[in-house]
């Protein structure tokens, strides 16, 4: 079992920043993301990280490339959603994702965004 905690989060005016963590605890993961859910629309991947070794190989939604930064800290099995420019289309709920090494998905209890314009 991985259990998930969430940080980050909040209101911000469109153009500014915000960063999420989520730290993982009890099973070895391998991948690590966030997910994100609009009122009305179906929850997509914003961006996903893989542990290579000594890569972490990231994947990230084009809505959010050369705006988003994801990371993770191995040592503190936590993973980062750095944010920037913000627009008030990325409001939605956030959710960090894990997978662990028998591909069984964890979910965290998500976070709110909004953009405000």
């Known amino acids: 079992q991985v259990h998930l905690v969430e940080s980050g989060g909040g209101l911000v005016q469109a153009g500014g920043s915000l960063r999420l963590s989520c730290s993982a605890s009890g099973s070895i993961v391998s991948s690590m993301g966030w997910y994100r859910q609009a009122p009305g629309k179906q929850r997509e991947l914003v961006a996903i990280i893989t542990d290579g070794g000594t890569t972490n190989y990231a994947r990230y939604a084009d809505s959010v490339k050369g705006r988003f930064t994801i990371s993770r800290d191995n040592a503190k099995s936590t993973v980062y959603l750095q944010m920037n420019s913000l627009k008030p289309e990325d409001t939605a709920v956030y959710y960090c994702?894990?997978?662990?090494?028998?591909?069984?998905?964890?979910w965290g209890q998500g976070t709110q965004i909004t953009v405000a314009s």
């Open positions: 994702n894990v997978v662990d090494l028998l591909y069984r998905n964890y």
